[in-house]
Each structure stands twice: as structure tokens, then as C-alpha cells.
């Protein structure tokens, strides 16, 4: 018999299967968030590490990456980053409520090919609320005088809020992250936050130099010198007061803190990390 009902299930049973999937789904959603919660609470605890932000960059690079290496199967990978990463930020904004503020992009202000509203909303999903500042530099203030808040900033080649970074203490603003999370052509943002930048595996690392030196060649030798042997000048800035800012890439993570001096001996001037971030998944 061809049409025989028990070798071929029905538009119904398929549908019934399908709802039992979203009740099994949902079941461990909210399974996932009571684990998220106590955490939370542990965090709030654990060794009085009361962050304004549960935010763990490295801690979500990492889940991200380890999806990306066992998936398998017809659904899209970046369907599934996708749910994930919306998945992950609700989460953190139940452990800590967080704002996200992206520059506003006026007509003949382009900060890339996207817009910076859409990419973050992308990063964090639905249910994050987003809001517009003046500028890239008004993000880094705001950031400054408020820990809740994230800041989605354009490339540091497109804009120079970079230049402006506090350095010295902790708790400043840091570089933790691009966006997007996966990409062909490397990351289109960055993320800012008061969370302290975190290893995660793939990182590269932004040292931030403020000085009189004008020369480029002269700050990457003094980085060659002091062992970051792969850096490379990722943005460059000359100010009109005889002052330069460059920012300096490198995947030497264990060189970092011990090339700081160096690099200010160099410039006659100040260095420090300006963040880390994973780089962003070659799908
Ligand atoms: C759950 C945590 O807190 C946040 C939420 C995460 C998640 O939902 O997987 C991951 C990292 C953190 O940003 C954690 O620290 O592991």
C-alpha cells in the first residue's frame, strides 16, 4: 500500500512533534536560567566580587567557539550563533541589568558599511535595550561614570574615540570584544566595557600609546624590542598639539604587561591595554 498512515506520519503528528520539541526546548531555557542565576548569586558573593556587570567576554567567546566547532547538520550556523548569542545576553541582563549605547549616525556620518544600531542589536538580541549617544567619545565618558553601561564603537581606523581611553587604573573602559561575533572580513566593532578584558583563547591584544613621537616605524621597532614580535600598528593618530596616540595589535598576550614601559619609553609619553578581544569566528 502506498498511502499507509503508519509508514508515513501526517502533517498533524509532525506538528505534535514539533510542539513536544518547543516544550522540551523551553523546559531547559528556563532550566538554563536558574543555573544563570545561582552564578549570579555567586558572583555577588565570591570573594566580594560584586561587579556592576556579570559580562564574562571570553567565558560567551569561548561557548560560541566550541558551538561553531560541533555543529553539524543542515540548520545554519549562523541561525544558531545567532539564537545563541541573543540567548547568552538576555541571560547576563538577568544577573545584571545593562544599557547599550551605540553612536548616533547622522546622514554623511558613516562609521562603515552597516550601521552600528543594527550590529548590536544583532550581538545582543531583542530584548536589550539600546540607545543612541551624541558621539563615539561621549560613549567613552559615559562609560566612565557609569559600569553598567556598553558601548558598540565604530572601527578604530573610521573614528578616533581610542585616543581618549583612560589608562593607569582597573576600572576603566575597555576594548573586550568585536562584533560581529563571526565574520568574513574580520571585526566591523568593537565592544567597550568596565569589565576587566579576559583571555579567551584567540585574542588579540590593543595596547594603546600616547606620546610625541610622530613615527610610526619608531613605536613598532620599541614593540619588536620588547618582544611583541608580531605586533602591528592597527590605528594611528597625530594631533595638532605635536601629540600622537597609535594603537598597536599583537597576539602576544604574555608580552603585553612587561612592554608597556618600553612603549612609553619610546614615545615619551603613557601606554597601557586598551582591551582585548576574540577574534571573530572565520565560518
Ligand atoms: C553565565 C555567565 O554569565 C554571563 C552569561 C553567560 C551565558 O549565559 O552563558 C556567559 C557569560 C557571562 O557573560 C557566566 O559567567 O558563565
Do not use: C
Not at 518547543?22 to 543555573?35: K, N, P, T, Y
Request: glycine share 8%.
Amino acid at each position: 500500500m502506498t498511502n499507509d498512515k503508519s509508514s508515513s506520519p501526517s502533517f498533524d503528528d509532525l506538528r505534535q512533534n514539533i510542539d513536544a520539541i518547543d516544550r522540551e526546548i523551553h523546559a531547559l531555557l528556563m532550566r538554563r536560567a536558574d543555573v544563570v542565576m545561582a552564578l549570579g548569586a555567586l558572583k555577588k558573593t565570591d570573594g566580594g566580587a560584586s561587579a556592576p556587570l556579570a559580562l564574562r567576554p571570553g567565558r560567551e567567546a569561548v561557548i560560541l567557539r566550541k558551538l561553531a566547532e560541533t555543529h553539524k547538520g543542515p540548520f545554519p550556523l549562523p541561525a544558531l550563533l545567532g539564537i545563541w548569542r541573543s540567548m547568552i545576553s538576555a541571560y547576563l541582563h538577568m544577573q545584571t541589568p545593562f544599557n547599550v549605547l551605540v553612536p548616533q549616525q547622522d546622514q554623511g556620518i558613516s562609521f562603515g558599511a552597516g550601521s552600528l544600531w543594527d550590529l548590536a542589536r544583532s550581538h545582543f538580541g531583542a530584548a536589550i535595550p539600546i540607545h543612541t549617544a551624541a558621539s563615539p567619545r561621549a560613549i567613552v565618558t559615559a562609560l566612565a561614570h557609569d559600569p553598567t553601561l556598553l558601548g558598540v564603537l565604530p572601527r578604530p581606523t573610521l573614528d578616533d574615540w581610542w585616543t581618549t581611553l583612560p589608562l593607569g587604573h582597573a576600572d576603566r573602559p575597555h576594548i573586550v570584544a568585536a562584533l560581529p561575533a563571526w565574520s568574513s572580513d574580520g571585526p566591523h566593532a568593537y565592544l567597550l566595557s568596565r569589565t576587566p578584558p579576559e583571555p579567551m583563547g584567540a585574542d588579540v591584544a590593543l595596547i594603546l600609546v600616547r606620546g610625541t613621537e610622530m613615527d610610526s616605524s619608531v613605536i613598532l621597532q620599541a614593540a619588536h624590542r620588547a618582544g611583541l614580535d608580531d605586533a602591528s600598528i592597527s590605528a594611528y593618530k597625530a594631533g595638532i598639539d605635536g601629540h600622537a596616540s597609535h594603537l598597536i595589535a599583537t597576539r602576544r598576550l604574555d608580552a603585553v604587561a612587561g612592554a608597556e614601559g618600553p612603549l612609553a619609553a619610546a614615545v615619551r609619553g603613557e601606554a597601557g591595554l586598551a582591551g582585548l578581544f576574540a577574534e571573530p569566528l572565520a565560518l
